[in-house]
């Protein structure tokens, strides 16, 4: 079965600094993989995806992804954090069903940044 | 462009009563139509899922149902609420297998 692990449940960075947030999965094929923000009380907003092709994925807000399948990682990176990135941040991957697809999510990993 | 719309947004239900929450889609047809919940505390699950009219799949058992009486309509209801239903339910939208899911804005739905 498909699963989706976030290993940090909450991190904390200074604006300005550097953001890396972990994702691995697990899945038999070549996974479609996702990243959504949520800020509090809102919808899911994509961030970014990876369907094939280029590894390094670019996304929205300046953020990026890079898929490794050796490592069975899509890790969400960005150079440099504003404080309206705090919000929480959900892997997913992209399961198939009949004639749909489904989101196996990770539990998020919550943001916050200090000034 | 297309928009994904879900109402009310909050409701606070007393424990027993019925549940109604509306989802509507704009600006495409046909689409695969998704509701997911969010525990406090927990992950996003899908619940249902639709590739037309009438099709509904479940993909977990519970004390809810949902039904999709137009192409872009998707609603999800119960007939008696319990405490465990409180939670926070995405409304989402595809254009076909494999294709990006586009999620609404929520409903927070707490059952008191």
């Known amino acids: 079965a498909q699963s989706v692990t976030q290993p940090d449940i909450h991190i904390t960075v200074s604006e300005g600094a550097s953001l890396e947030l972990r994702c691995n999965y697990s899945?038999?094929?070549?996974?479609?993989l996702f990243w959504y923000v949520q800020s509090p009380g809102q919808g899911l907003q994509l961030l970014l995806k990876?369907?094939?092709?280029?590894?390094l994925v670019q996304g929205i807000k300046g953020f990026e992804a890079e898929f490794k399948r050796s490592q069975s990682s899509f890790n969400l990176r960005k150079p440099s954090v504003h404080w309206s990135d705090a919000a929480e941040y959900f892997c997913?991957?992209?399961?198939?069903?009949?004639?749909?697809?489904?989101?196996?999510f990770g539990q998020g990993t919550r943001l916050t940044i200090n000034p | 462009s297309q928009t994904i719309h879900q109402w009310p947004a909050t409701l606070v239900q007393p424990v027993g009563s019925p549940l109604s929450l509306e989802c509507t889609v704009e600006?495409?047809?046909?689409?695969?139509l998704y509701w997911y919940r969010q525990a406090a505390g927990r992950g996003l699950q899908l619940l249902f899922y639709?590739?037309?009219?009438?099709?509904i799949s479940s993909e977990v058992p519970q004390n809810l149902s949902a039904s999709r009486p137009q192409d872009r309509q998707f609603i999800l209801s119960s007939k008696k609420l319990l405490l465990s239903d409180s939670g926070f339910y995405l409304c989402?939208?595809?254009?076909?297998?494999?294709?990006?899911?586009?999620f609404g804005e929520g409903s927070w739905l707490t059952v008191v």
């Open positions: 989402a939208w595809s254009g076909g297998a494999g294709n990006t899911i586009y």
């Open positions: 899945y038999g094929a070549t996974p479609y």
């Open positions: 990876y369907f094939s092709g280029d590894t």
């Open positions: 997913a991957v992209g399961a198939w069903l009949q004639g749909a697809q489904k989101l196996v």
């Open positions: 600006g495409t047809s046909n689409p695969n």
């Open positions: 639709s590739v037309g009219i009438g099709q």
